[in-house]
């Protein structure tokens, strides 16, 4: 589940556009007219505007192993963690707080696997060692939370890689969730989220990807195609 923190800018494309407004000596008391110069800053990519915005929200129910994968986005980006030192897994239910992939015979085989694990963790808890110890063999499927921080700019980057069908499903719900979130939070956010929280294949117009889906033409096949064009122009 995500939750979006009131921190969040709710007028993005207006401070975009008070910011860009500022720089360029125009009247920036006019909201309509930020916005519209927000959306052609955006458009015309002039990718350092869109670092004005913050998003902050709570991120929680998704694995440690999706949120890893979220962790490699560095760039204008910040999170606090749940604490595997302090933070008790004892009790945790292991039907509930672990991602689950699978389904009938595997989805037990799972289970047994995961509960094997908390037995673990729980007899070396009983032996003495402290959390932060036993918490060396939690598995990867484990539900945490976060406290996310992001920009703009940054998110329409992830977005642009995390809906893609080459990334795994787990961080494409998530990504597909913290959209959802995000579009219903006002109308400056609903045109972002319709126009720019798109896979990357959709903003580019092509797929750079080795395996692709299908979905667009190929890189290789595009440069090819324009190969053509020219040779007949
Ligand atoms: C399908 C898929 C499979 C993946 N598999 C793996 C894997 O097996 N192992 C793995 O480790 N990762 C994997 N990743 C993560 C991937 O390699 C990137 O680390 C991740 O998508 C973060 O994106 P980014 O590097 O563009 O970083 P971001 O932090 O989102 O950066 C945004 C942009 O800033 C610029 N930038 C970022 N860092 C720097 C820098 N240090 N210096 C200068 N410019 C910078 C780049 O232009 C970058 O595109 C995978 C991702 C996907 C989508």
């Known amino acids: 589940m995500i939750t979006i923190l009131p921190q969040t800018d709710k007028e993005p494309l207006n401070t975009i556009g008070y910011c860009a407004g500022i720089c360029w000596n125009s009247p920036v008391d ?7 110069r927000a959306k052609n800053c955006i458009k015309s990519g002039h990718g350092r505007v869109a670092e004005y915005p913050d998003v902050f929200c709570i991120i929680e129910g998704y694995s440690a192993r999706c949120i890893r994968e979220l962790y490699t986005h560095i760039i204008g980006t910040t999170r606090l963690q749940s ?6 897994a004892k009790n945790m239910d292991v039907d509930k707080e672990f991602y689950y992939p699978f389904k009938d015979e595997a989805a037990d085989v799972y289970r047994d696997g995961l509960k094997n694990i908390m037995e673990t963790y729980t007899k070396l808890e009983e ?19 976060i406290v996310w921080k992001i920009n703009l700019r940054a998110l ?6 995390r809906l893609c069908t080459r990334a795994y499903k787990e ?3 998530l990504s597909l969730e913290l959209k959802e979130k995000l579009r219903a939070l006002s109308p400056e956010w609903e045109w972002i989220s319709d126009n720019l929280f798109l896979p990357k294949c959709e903003a580019a ?8 889906c299908g979905r667009k033409i190929s890189k290789k096949e595009m440069l090819a195609a324009i190969e053509e064009w020219q040779k007949i122009h």
């Open 30 to 36: 006019d909201k309509e007219k930020n916005v519209k």
């Open 171 to 173: 961080i494409r719900a």
């Open 205 to 212: 117009g092509y797929c750079d990807e080795e395996h692709s």
């Open 127 to 145: 032996l003495g060692y402290a959390k932060e110890d036993a918490a060396n063999i939690l598995p990867l499927g484990m539900e945490t939370k």
């Open 156 to 161: 329409m980057h992830f977005m642009n890689m």
């Open 83 to 88: 604490s595997t030192r302090y933070v008790d």
